[in-house]
Each structure stands twice: as structure tokens, then as C-alpha cells.
């Protein structure tokens, strides 16, 4: 906190991992600010997340990088083939492959912490906004108003600020794109090492070592047929295509996951938007920019998001000019993230996909100066920051 008296206000709408990170850079910008989340609690969907070099650079630059670190366990992005051949990815380097596997649910505790609880409304969702000259009012499904000078629509891919900040842009299920997971008490089945392959039948998926000694399986399908059956049950059948048929690890991992912890999604993408701001109003993470899995970085790059907000709006003489920018930097980075991601999903084989995924995770941690658009870690500590990151992990 800089110990000014906060001069601007914000209202943001949404307390996932974006939202609360949002929270967390505008406050520490010295901006006063209200998080409003609809559901009655804090809730994390999912299970675990891998956080890059980029997110964790951010989190240093907030000054809680060490305490994300310490929900964390560090891993590495390898693929195998499903005879357990390593998939080599020649020209990069070994913190090309980097990530911190975090439990979800934790960092949005962790977050939630450090955007104060008492700045948080729970049960508010958003109803609709009205700008004004000079402020924003935010009118939530509880009847009561919100004022601020700025607004952040940070509630999801089906996002309701989205939804009148940029009309007909709805969110759009990947057709035949699902993934399964879970995290699983480790101890009934042995797991030795983190794997993971690269399939038949567009299937891909494996397991990795949490920090306190669970286990996280994920499992993903593109062009799946029709489902049925339930959850585990779906998830089972595709670590067929990841194990040679055998009764590996992953398929032991899933047997042993009770039905209810399994989570499935069927993909989500927000299509690319004309805009992402107007004068008062702009959208952060998965609401501008929802994503295929397959490069396991939306909330990653959402991170990126919050912190380049809380350093405009902070810095801001007039709000209209600090989102302007923001918009300005952002459009052109989610562009490139759009062709590389493009690339590893259309890869034609295994090796392609682990040489257009590494060259993605390249790109997204390169520190600024060094690849072809400008990022958000630009404003915060400088470029040296990122690889810091790197070696702490
Ligand atoms: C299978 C899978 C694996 C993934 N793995 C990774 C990974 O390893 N690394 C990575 O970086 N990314 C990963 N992602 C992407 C990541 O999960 C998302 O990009 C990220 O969670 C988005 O965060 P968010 O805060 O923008 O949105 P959300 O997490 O969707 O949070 C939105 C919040 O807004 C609230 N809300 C919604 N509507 C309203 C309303 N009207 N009013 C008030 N509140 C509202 C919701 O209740 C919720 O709390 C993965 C995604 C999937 C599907």
C-alpha cells in the first residue's frame, strides 16, 4: 500500500484466482475496492493449476510470491508418448518447461487473504452497469448499488459484464474439446514420477505430484465422440488411449478417485472481441479471454491481466486513459496467444504438439524486449523479475 488516502474506487466482479488478483494489484495501486462475488462463498472449480514463470513474477511484484510458492510444488511441462518415450523438444531451455502446480482452492484462499475478507461481498452478483460521467454504478442481484470509478468484469467465460459491455459474444462450447481431473489422496497407488502423454484418438493427460504428496490427474479429448456413461467412467475409457490399454498408474489413480471429486468440463472459448474496455468498464481473464486447456495458461495469463491494471489504474490520471491503454497492450498479446495456441491444437503429431506448446510457454515467459509484443510484465519490475521467478521456482 502506498499510505496515500485511496483517491479512486473500484468495483470488481468476480472473486476467481482473476478477480481476487485484481483486487490484490488495485489495492496495493491504492485504489479502494470492493470484490463482488455472486456465490455465497468463495468456491475454486477445479483442482490443480500450473502457474508460469509470468504469473509468478506478477505475485513477486505484489508481494506475495513466496507465500504462493509455499502452496506449490515446482514441475515440469514434459510430454511422453504412450510407449513412455520422452518427447524431446531440442532449442529451449530447462525454464521453458517450468510451472508451479498449486491446489486451486488454496491460492484463492491465499488471495482472498490478501485482498482483506471484510473487501469482499459474497452472495453479490452483477446485475447490469450505467456510466456516468465521472463514475460507474453497479447495480447487483441483492438490490444494492455499488459507486466506483472504475469496474473490472472478472466473472468467467460466461460473463454478464461482458455480456453488456460487448453484445453477442457469447461463450461458445469447444465442440467434442472435454477434460477430467481430480486431486486424489496419494497412498493406495505407488506414484514414482510425474507423467505426461500424448495419446491416441486426440486423447492426452497423465498425473503429477502435488506438493503435500496427493496426486493431480487430468485428462483431456479433442473430437470426442458423443458421451456417456459418468465422469470417472468417460475418463477411465481415454486412459486407455494414453496407457497402450494397459492398467497403469493413471488408470489405477482414476479407479481409485471416488465419483463425486471428478471434475469434467466440455471446453469453453470466448470468441475474440472488438474491444475489451470502454471509458469505465474493462474485462479481465477468462471473461476477455476464455481458452482451450490445451495450453494450460488462462489463468496464468489472466494473472498477467490483473497486474497490468492495478499499474494503470494507479497510475492513472483519468481512469477512460489508463483502460485505453490497458486494452491497447492486451488485444495484441491474446492475438499472438491465439496463433500459438492455434498451433499446438492443430499439431499432427505428438512431437509437433511438445514443440508448439514449449515454443508457447517460451513465448509467454520471455520477458519483454525479447519477443514481438509488449506484456504486461513490463509494468511491473522490469524484465530481470520474470527470470527471477524462474530460479526460485
Ligand atoms: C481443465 C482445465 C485445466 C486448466 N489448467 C490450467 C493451468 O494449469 N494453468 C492455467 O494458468 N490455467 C488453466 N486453466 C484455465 C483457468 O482455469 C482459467 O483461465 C481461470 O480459472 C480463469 O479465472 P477467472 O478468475 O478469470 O474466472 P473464474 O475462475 O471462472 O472465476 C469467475 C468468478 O466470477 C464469479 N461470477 C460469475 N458470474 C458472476 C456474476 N454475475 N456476479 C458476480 N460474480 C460472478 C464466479 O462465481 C467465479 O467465482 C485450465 C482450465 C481448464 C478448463
Redesign the pocket.
Known sequence: MTGKAPVLRAVV???????LTTGVALRRAGVDVVV????PEI?A??A?????AN?LAVFDGLGIGEQVRAIGKPSEMRFHDPSGRLLDTPGFDAEDHRYLLVHRAKLTGLLADAVGRENIRLG???CAFEEHNGGVTVRLTDGSTEEAEVLVG???????VRAQLVPGTPAQEHRGHH?W?AIVPAGGVAVAENRLVLGTNGCRGGYVRTHDGSVYW?V?QFRSPPLTGTPRHQALERARHLEDGRDGVLTRLIRATPEELVLH?H?VLVPPLPHWVSARVAL????AH?MS?HI???????VEDAALLGALVGAADDVPSALAAYQADRIPRYARVAELSAAVEHSATPQEFARHYTAFSHWMITPPGHREQPGAAACLAGAHVVKQSLRHL
Open positions: 466482479i468476480g472473486a476467481g484466482i482473476v478477480g463482488c462475488e455472486r456465490a468456491r472449480a477445479g490443480g493449476l500450473g502457474l508460469w504469473a453479490a452478483g452483477f472478472a466473472d468467467g467465460a460466461y460473463s454478464a477434460a481431473r487430468l483431456n468440463n471446453v479481465a481473464g477468462d471473461a476464455a486447456p494450460t495458461a488462462g489463468a496464468t495469463l489472466g
